[in-house]
């Protein structure tokens, strides 16, 4: 189990004005008070606008960046204190195509970095043929890097995360730039690390599609401060969005029409009629989902329902407003950043 | 030890990997030393050689033999600080960053990574050198034994050299004067194209920063007198050296890895 504590990392930065001018210190308070826990097994997401401090936190945690304040544990081996042990159970795969030798091949590529983990060498070999069959490039594994596409640099960078069998791996935007048939095929690995394999992942990402589908948990980051925590679901409607459903019915008695603003003055909903050629279109936005209250009404007036769309609200939606506004956690950041003020004074 | 080892293995198979892609490398490796060696020679030839520093020398041989240890000794100090230089591109690629992701031996990968540049760079010159050697001195059997020894105390004082100069970078993204300040003064007061004693004593001081002047010391009586006692004088001078480099490279590798724990720059370029 991997457990973080008010992780803390200030960024100090030395300007200087000119060529010779004064030196000035400015801090960067990167991640501020940040505590996740994740499982093995488990699919964590950590989601936030570009600067957020999602990398930072993948850095700390992966031992590279040494926390300013707070602690960090996994399966109990102190993250400050033991850094090269926890380099050993851990592992980071970045999106993009760096952080491999492009004039390597894939093989060599796997062995040079396997043998940084000083790995035996009959066992180094069996495991390398498994990886590279675990992200199909055995076919390309004599070939140089440099002839690869994005995609199996990709999934190279999947291998070389893997090569220490690692306990716990952190994926920062696993999926950038990659097409949709990919994607997909990287979120079915990813899945399977999880499942399969028991390994306890850290996902951060910008598709929030892909958080949605993979993520049991998700922690909303914002100006290094978690903002935000829950199920996919719990966060998406955790904002206040509504849900919209829009109907079409071939008519509209005055009858119906007063049955349906009845409901919509209980649950205050918003409603819009629209008469059109061949039909009328309906449309209600309320915070509950109004639609099974709405088929009622229509069906018991004998009216048939033409069309039916529900717009539920998404957890792409919910991110925006986080990030970028929206009352109900303006009270949050605000919160977040006295704190800051706090820590680096 | 054992893991010591497989690092340094695998540093020398993936230089070796990453070099060795075109035929322009073997032009570097091999084509050009040999032009800088007789460009030397042939500048010395016009003039009287009895007179001037090379008087204590007996022959045309002995000046050959002068200048192609000298040279052998400066391709391999110059190759690692090439191979240094080639940090900044892991760098770029965030391969540097990757490698500290592992917990694998730092002090390893340092001298995995200069002993990897050696091999593959000087050893065609050096088979070349041997090639010469042989042939112009007709080496008796017994003093055979001299031309590993020289290679032996060549590669340990250019592989400890090697270190400080990829700490060096490791430290700093700005490090590429070192090629400036290195290159040219190390061919000048190690001692490369004339003997070290024919300097005035400043020049002397600056030589003494460079360790390849003392593995000259030893290596040149052994292959130019065939004297194992001449050379001696050299060793104490050369371990001492030696030391005080790995003692810095040591600290200063400390000091990067903790400096990149702190503001993460092993990944700025
Ligand atoms: N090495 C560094 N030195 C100084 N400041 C840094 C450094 N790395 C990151 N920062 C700053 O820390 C903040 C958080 O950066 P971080 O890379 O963690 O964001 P992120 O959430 O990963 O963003 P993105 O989605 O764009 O990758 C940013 O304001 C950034 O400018
Ligand atoms: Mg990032």
């Known amino acids: 189990m991997l457990i973080a504590n008010n992780l803390c990392k200030v960024y100090q930065l030395k300007e200087r004005k000119g060529l010779f001018g004064p030196k000035t210190l400015k801090e960067i308070m990167a991640v501020n008070d940040v505590s996740l826990e994740i499982k093995p097994g488990q699919i964590i997401g950590l989601l936030g606008i570009n600067g957020a401090g ?17 602690s960090f544990s996994i399966n109990g081996i102190d993250g400050i204190r033991y850094p090269q042990e926890i380099k050993r159970i851990v592992n980071v795969i970045t999106g993009g195509e760096r952080n491999i030798y492009w004039r390597l091949t894939a093989r060599e590529n796997l062995e040079y970095f396997a043998s940084l983990y000083n790995l035996p060498r009959h066992k180094l070999n069996d495991s390398i043929d498994e990886l590279l069959e675990l992200v199909d490039l055995k076919e390309a594994a004599d070939m140089p890097v440099e002839r690869y596409s994005k995609g199996m640099k990709q999934r190279l960078q999947i291998a070389r995360g893997l090569v220490n069998d690692p306990k716990f791996l952190f994926l920062d935007e696993p999926t950038l730039g990659l097409d949709v048939a990919i994607a997909k095929e990287l979120r079915n690995h990813v899945r399977h690390l999880a499942e399969k394999r028991n390994k306890g992942i850290l996902l951060t990402t ?33 904002t206040k969005m509504n849900t919209n459903i829009l109907v079409s019915i071939p008519e509209l008695t005055s009858g119906v029409k007063k049955e349906i603003y009845e409901i919509a003055k209980v649950h205050q909903a918003k409603i819009e009629f ?55 956690i303006e009270r949050n950041i605000s919160n977040c950043e006295s704190r800051s003020y706090k820590a680096t004074s | 030890m054992k893991e010591i080892f497989q690092i340094v293995r695998a540093e020398v198979i993936k230089q070796h990997r990453n070099s060795f892609h075109s035929y322009g490398v073997y032009f570097t490796l091999l084509i050009w030393p040999i032009v800088v060696f007789f460009n030397a020679y042939y500048s010395y030839k016009p003039f009287n050689l009895s007179q001037g520093p090379w008087n204590t020398f007996a022959s045309q041989e002995d000046i050959i033999m002068f200048l192609i240890t000298g040279f052998l000794g400066y391709i391999s100090f110059k190759s690692l600080l090439q191979s240094a230089f080639y940090m900044g591109h892991e760098r770029i690629n965030g391969t540097l960053e990757t490698i500290f992701l592992t917990p694998a031996n730092r002090i390893a990968i340092i001298y995995g990574r200069a002993f990897g540049a050696l091999i593959e760079n000087i050893w065609m010159f050096s088979v070349f050198c041997v090639f010469v050697t042989v042939w112009i001195r007709r080496i008796p059997v017994e003093s055979l034994i001299y031309i590993p020894i020289s290679f032996i105390v060549l590669i340990v004082s250019a592989a400890v050299w090697g270190g400080l100069m990829n ?23 190690s001692g490369v ?22 593995a000259l010391m030893i290596v040149r009586p052994l292959l130019i007198e065939g004297s194992l006692s001449a050379s001696l004088q050299g060793i104490y001078k050369l371990l001492i050296s030696l030391l005080l480099i790995v003692s810095l490279t ?19 370029y």
């Not at chain 1, 930072?56 to 300013?68: F, Q, V």
């Not at chain 2, 070290?196 to 920063?209: D, G, N, Q, R, Y």
């Not at chain 2, 040591?250 to 700025?268: D, I, P």
């Open chain 2, 167 to 189: 700490v060096i970078f490791l430290f700093s993204r700005d490090a590429s004067f070192l090629m400036a300040v290195f290159d040219e003064p190390m061919i000048l007061f």
């Open chain 1, 54 to 70: 999602k990398t930072t936190t993948i850095k700390m945690l992966s031992a590279l960046l040494e926390p300013t304040s707070g």
């Open chain 1, 206 to 238: 910008h598709y929030i599609t892909e958080a949605e589908e993979l993520c049991d948990w998700i922690y909303v980051i914002d100006k290094g401060c978690i903002i935000a925590t829950g199920t996919p679901s719990e966060l998406a409607y955790s």
């Open chain 2, 250 to 268: 040591l600290w200063l590798l400390k000091k990067a890895e903790k400096n990149a724990r702190k503001n993460g720059n092993f990944v700025f």
């Open chain 2, 193 to 214: 194209r004339m003997p070290t004693f024919v300097f005035p004593i400043w020049a002397k001081i600056i030589s003494a920063l460079f360790p390849l002047t003392y």
């Open chain 1, 274 to 328: 629209q008469e059109n050629t061949t039909d009328v279109s309906v449309s209600i936005s309320a915070q509950e989902n109004l639609t099974g209250q709405l088929a009622h009404i229509l069906t018991s007036n004998g009216l048939p329902i033409l069309h039916l769309k529900i717009i539920e609200p998404r957890l792409e939606d919910a991110l925006i407003q986080l990030s970028y506004g929206g009352d109900s």
